[in-house]
């Protein structure tokens, strides 16, 4: 069996792994590349292999940078199957085509300013495009095997967001296992990750490699940002991903709420994408740790807001208040426009939760930046920026050791991607120390035999 690299070296995007076993090909996840544009121009590259030589796709879950460029892909003249979960393909329908009339907007913007090298400028892939791809997914139940030519392959639930999974992938004689983006011990909404017993090969991510999340009760940490902007008369705005951080905000939230922890001021959860990702949340429930009352309160206890008017509306709206909105690295979306409305005034508040990619507005405010540039203009930022950190979907490095802490036996190497350099060495020094294995960290193209 041979394993290539493709992407997520040196960087947590572009997530794509090739694994060849005689004539079969199979690329596990197709993300994009996301963030600075150094990284984002990277999809504009042919893939490294031909794309009609690839037998299956097979993915480890829906986010962009795992799932994005599939649609490309199948562009490029990849004709097979997409394996993934059932939720991961329900996940993937309301993200794909979003993700194709954003490349379509930004192909527009860039023909309209006239700031593309190429013209005219055109997107990635379209909607359509997304659309179509979507005809090629293959839902397949955790723990089911199935066949790729001469390899057998499974999902294990990974506990990241709903339908996430690590993958294994066989051949007669060795077993590599993906870890993909792996999940927590103590989420409050998602299980889990499940164990693995063992397996020859492990390519495993390492986003908070050099990172530990505070120890701190995130409803805490919540209610005190909340009752404290709430007493001021401001609103509290929560930058989310609309699949997970969206959801655990909004069952928190909720929680807060009910117990009296925080007054009871109107919730807005302000992103169709997030709506409808709320409801897949809510139909695959054994997946999560949520009962079906606490799926019910967290539906019925928040507005929806789904028109772009509404949206704007909401922004003109003085009194005190909760805003979950898109996107969750202030990238885009329709946070910007109720940053640009309460980020002025220094009783409101703007909570950032989870991974900031370099590059993003999510990443400058945590650095300290208090100007952003919205709209094209320079917009001063008085507001109180908070960052929960503890409410990331991914595990950090002494939770990651403590899972691989349960394997029966060590693999014989595990490689580690999906995370900036220094953090993959960072954890690469604390695996080879903590648990004596062997560990490596590939570069963008290496490929390795995995005999
Ligand atoms: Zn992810």
Redesign the pocket.
């Known amino acids: 069996m041979k394993l290539q690299f493709f992407g997520a070296t040196g960087t947590v995007t572009g997530s794509r792994y090739l694994v060849t076993e005689g004539k079969t090909r199979v690329l596990v996840d197709c993300g994009l590349f996301q963030g600075v544009k150094a990284l984002r121009l990277r999809n504009w590259t042919p893939f490294p292999v031909r794309a009609s030589d690839i037998d299956a796709v097979v993915l480890t ?1 829906a ?1 962009l ?2 799932s994005g460029y599939l649609p490309r892909l199948i562009h490029e003249g990849f004709a097979g199957p997409v394996y993934c979960t059932p939720a991961t393909r329900e996940l993937a329908e309301i993200l794909l085509p979003d993700s194709g009339k954003l490349q379509e907007e930004d192909a527009e913007r860039a023909n309209r300013y006239g700031y593309s090298k190429h013209h005219p400028a055109e997107p990635l892939y379209t909607e359509r495009q997304a659309e179509r791809a979507l005809q090629a997914f293959e839902p397949v139940d955790f723990h089911d095997a199935f066949a790729i030519g001469a390899l057998r392959v499974h999902f294990t639930p990974a506990g ?2 709903l339908g996430a999974a690590c993958v294994h992938v066989e051949n007669a004689a060795r077993r590599l296992c993906f870890s993909g ?1 792996l999940g927590r011990p103590n989420d409050p909404a998602m299980r889990p990750p499940e164990p693995i017993s063992r397996c020859d090969y492990l390519v495993l991510e390492s986003t908070y490699g050099d990172r530990r999340h505070e120890a701190a009760d995130v409803g805490e940490q919540l209610a005190g940002i909340v009752n404290d902007t709430v007493a001021h008369g401001g609103t509290v705005l929560l930058p989310a991903f609309a699949v997970g951080r969206a959801q655990t905000l909004l069952h928190l939230l909720t929680q807060l709420r009910a117990s009296k922890r925080i007054p009871a001021v109107p919730f807005y959860l302000d992103s169709p994408m997030a709506i409808d990702v709320t409801h897949v949340f809510c139909r695959y429930r054994p997946q999560h740790r949520l009962s079906e009352a606490e799926c019910r309160a967290l539906c019925s206890g928040v507005t929806y807001v789904h028109t772009g008017q509404d949206s704007e509306a909401l922004s003109a709206d003085p009194h005190p208040k909760i805003i979950i909105a898109g996107a969750g690295m202030l990238t885009g979306g329709r946070i910007l426009h109720h940053l640009k409305a309460f980020g002025g005034d220094r009783r409101n508040a703007l909570v950032i939760c989870g991974y900031q990619a370099e590059g993003t507005r999510g990443h400058a405010l945590v650095q300290g930046a208090r100007t952003l540039k919205l709209y094209g203009e320079y917009v001063p930022v008085n507001c109180r920026i908070a960052v929960i950190d503890s409410l990331s979907a991914h595990a950090d490095y002494v939770e990651i050791g403590d899972w691989l802490a349960q394997f029966a036996e060590a693999p014989r190497r595990v490689f580690l991607t999906h995370g900036e350099p220094l953090a993959a060495d960072s954890q690469r020094r604390y695996l080879e120390e903590r648990l004596r294995w062997n560990v490596a960290v590939p570069a963008m193209g290496d490929e390795v035999m995995l005999d």
């Open positions: 879950h986010h940078d795992h990241h967001i983006d």
